[in-house]
């Protein structure tokens, strides 16, 4: 058993200290932001990824942000709004600020404080989400399990352990995982580098797959169930989650496959009434025609290079999260998960 | 306008010159065969393929063997066979063997001659397939089309202007593209690599993109055709082709979009009754989990990397020939379609 993961997210003196994602699985390195524009660099180049991790980090960007303005005179909420704004389909990031922010300004004096325990009290309750979701999701897979996944969504974009990949490693303790089909998910192979990476530390059988083989599988009945993560879930129960998410669903409801998905209720935002309404972040071309400092198309090459695609609730089989399960997924069910209990 | 493209198979005293296609679009350089282990290494590694040029290089290589028999006492037959079956997939590969064969043993004295012959009459009628493909595709664009395609199917593959690529720029040059989205084709990227290559060289407007973005496309509206090749046709119709197409079929469908498979009947293999009797080739998950010296998963991570898929003819629009236009595809269309005219 390998050694315990570095820490993703921590704080250590007036510095937010990040793994470095984009440099995982080969080099285990760090980012140290100690004002705004380090951090919203680190999240817009995806150092730092993933729903509730973002959530993190954006409680921790008010506490960077409340230091900065007292330090160079520049306006607090100018600061917080470049960190709410730095991804735009994800949701947790803005109400990661917003409610480090409410924290700080209602938290009597020491503001600073206030912020910076409302981004570790988030961290808190985001790992005792995933143990939660673990436990909710554990009862949608079968024994003898065939698993595909998609992206990364384990203890690297958590507080705890994470969103769908908890459920797997639930699965996996529980016995029912035969294997674990990891999409490499493509542009920033963030399967390929980073959930292999997870498969392999807890010991589950994995392989690695080019995104568009994922269909084979289906057709060979090789897949029982797939699990995935969210950036967002509108209110009508629509997902936005990394590009690929939404090609699976298809497949999956062609093939007569559960597709669950699994997102702490965070993740839920009542104010965007249905996919249509979601802002699809649009990435560099490069991101795409070159991989690693090795060009993959003629120099100059266009490429379409959405961030995210968008799931319609009907091919949502199941949303997985701390509070318990939502099937099917529409209006009714997700307002009524999302209410707090 | 660039210049002309350079000569994909051309052969030269005794050698068979192979545009390396595994080092596009950076470099254009060569490879000489001289003997069959060469030209197996050159098919086994991709530096030549797609199933029209993988048809006329087997023919070549019946030279390359007859001349290898001659100077080293190996039995032809045996040196034949390791040609044939370097892809088992691609049905092409063995009947251009097999026709090489059957002129070099009938052809009179000089059995060398005779299966050069052969591969050059190859080259001719697919150049001719080519142009004859175009010209029935091109009734099933409408003008102003969105054209997605997948992997490689140009010049680079053919004698002549290739299969579904051949029908892409009969279109543009009939004014009717006004984009062609290119699949960048993972694991080996022959649409970023060699696809972009050839819509530049065309003057075709163009993006690649993530295998697994097509899906947000079709939701988007934004596909109004799909275009790809076959390396194998069954007699009911079912479509081995590269890795991917089956998932673009699905989605197609789904949309509601037209779904075309461009292949002359060289590629129908009426002795594979369905799609279940065709042997996937399974490649290296070096493939997969590298690219140019790049590390992307751990050292040591398992791959599912099949290099192709089975899409059922259920799902397939028309199947466009040098002869004309299947559609239904099915038992008796693609049956009338293959027999001798």
């Given at each position: 058993v390998a050694a315990d993961p570095p820490a993703t997210i921590a704080w250590r003196d007036g510095t937010l200290v990040l793994l470095?994602?984009?440099?995982?699985p080969g080099t285990e390195c760090y980012v140290e932001c100690r004002d705004v524009a380090t951090l919203v660099g680190a999240i817009e180049r995806l150092a730092v990824r993933g729903a509730p991790a973002l959530g993190i980090v954006g409680a921790y960007g008010v506490a960077l942000a409340l230091a900065e303005a007292t330090r160079t005179g520049v306006d607090v909420r100018e600061l917080t709004e470049r960190v709410a704004a730095a991804?735009?389909?994800?949701v947790n990031l803005r109400s990661g600020v917003e409610r480090a922010w409410r924290a700080a300004t209602?938290?009597?004096?020491d503001a600073a404080a206030a912020a910076l325990q409302a981004a570790q009290d988030l961290a808190a309750e985001d790992a005792a989400a995933s143990t939660a979701m673990a436990r909710h999701g554990l009862a949608l897979i079968p024994d003898g399990a065939r698993v595909l996944t998609h992206c990364n969504t384990g203890a690297l974009v958590s507080g705890?352990?994470?969103?769908a990949f908890a459920v797997i490693a639930a699965a996996h303790t529980a016995g029912r995982v035969r294997h674990l089909w990891v999409?490499?998910?493509?542009?920033?192979l963030q399967g390929a580098r980073l959930t292999a990476y997870e498969a392999r530390r807890c010991g589950i059988p994995h392989s690695v797959l080019p995104d568009s083989a994922a269909a084979s599988l289906f057709a060979a009945g090789q897949v029982d169930v797939v699990l995935v993560g969210a950036d967002r879930v509108c209110a009508d129960g629509s997902v936005a989650n990394k590009v690929g998410t939404y090609s699976l669903a298809v497949l999956a409801h062609h093939h007569a496959v559960p597709f669950v998905v699994v997102a702490p209720?965070?993740?839920?935002?009542?104010?965007?009434?249905?996919?249509?309404d979601v802002v699809i972040e649009q990435r560099a071309a490069g991101e795409v025609t070159r991989v690693g400092g090795v060009d993959l198309a003629p120099p100059g090459t266009a490429a379409y290079n959405p961030a995210f695609d968008i799931t319609p609730p009907a091919l949502v089989t199941a949303l997985v999260t701390e509070r318990g399960v939502a099937s099917p997924v529409d209006l009714e069910s997700v307002r009524r998960i999302a209410r707090d209990p």
């Open positions: 470095d994602q984009t440099q995982l991804r735009p389909t994800a209602t938290g009597g004096e705890g352990g994470g969103t999409d490499e998910t493509r542009p920033l209720t965070t993740t839920i935002d009542v104010a965007t009434a249905t996919g249509a």
